[in-house]
């Protein structure tokens, strides 16, 4: 199984900036490796939104159209690490923020139901 644990959430200003960092651990048989990790986020009574995701092995990167610019997503395949940098913090990116992993290919990369694995998300909250 892949045990996923993010951190770097908190309460911010905006026009903030914070990096989420997710690292992943548990897998240690080629059944369950890890292809595809992706970030999620959240708001009470709202769908699970994708905001990035990356093709570890190629390192492709794919970000949502309306936070390009603001939003990056990188990763250290040596430590099973993912980060999210979020730049010019807005209070509507207020929100739980997942990662999650995928053991498969990923086609629709911004759709929850194609990454099997999750953390348990970290609370971002901008305000002032």
């Known amino acids: 199984q892949v045990h996923l644990v993010e951190s770097g959430g908190g309460s911010v200003p905006p026009g903030s900036s914070l990096r989420l960092s997710c690292v992943a651990s548990?897998?240690?048989?080629?059944?369950?490796?890890?292809?595809?990790m992706g970030w999620f986020r959240q708001v009470t009574g709202k769908e699970r939104e994708g905001i990035a995701a990356i093709d570890i092995g190629r390192d492709y990167k794919y970000l949502a159209s309306s936070l390009r610019g603001r939003f990056d997503i990188s990763q250290d395949n040596a430590q099973n690490m993912v980060y999210l940098q979020m730049n010019s913090l807005e209070s509507e990116d207020t929100a739980m923020y997942y990662c999650a992993a995928a053991s498969r290919w990923v086609y629709k990369w911004w759709s929850p139901e194609e990454f099997n694995y999750w953390g348990q998300g970290t609370q971002v909250t901008v305000t002032s």
């Open positions: 548990g897998y240690t048989s080629t059944t369950s490796k890890v292809i595809w």
